[in-house]
């Protein structure tokens, strides 16, 4: 079993930072890739960017790209998604996730462990 907690999100300005921390715990030897999604209203839920957890590969949506980075402390075990020139379009509620699976670790339906979200606002 694997369990992971979000935390971190808030209200920021357009062109902000922020800092997202998701806390990994349980049996994390199984897991592949640990990833953030994100989800605004009235919107399907988005990939944002991903990290082999073996290795610490990242992984990035076009939309994000050069503005967020993905990070690991092994020693707290937490997984961090660092948001620089926020935009208002990136609002959205932001999800910590963990899969199994090896492929296709864009597709949130794949992903097994899921955090219960927290809310990011970019105001203009």
């Known amino acids: 079993q694997v369990q992971v907690v979000e935390s971190g999100g808030g209200l920021v300005q357009a062109g902000g930072s922020l800092r997202l921390s998701c806390a990994v715990s349980?049996?994390?030897?199984?897991?592949?890739?640990m990833a953030w999604f994100r989800q605004a209203p009235g919107k399907e839920r988005e990939f944002v960017g991903a990290?082999?957890?073996?290795?610490?590969?990242?992984y990035y949506a076009d939309s994000v790209k050069g503005r967020f980075t993905i990070s690991r402390d092994n020693a707290k075990n937490t997984l961090y998604l660092e948001m620089n020139s926020l935009k208002p379009e990136d609002t959205a509620l932001y999800y910590c996730?963990?899969?199994?699976?090896?492929?296709?670790?864009?597709?949130?339906?794949?992903?097994?462990?899921w955090g219960q979200g927290t809310q990011v606002t970019v105001s203009s």
């Open positions: 996730a963990g899969t199994l699976y090896a492929l296709a670790f864009r597709s949130s339906g794949l992903y097994d462990y």
């Open positions: 349980g049996s994390t030897s199984n897991i592949n890739y």
């Open positions: 990290l082999r957890w073996s290795g610490g590969t990242t």
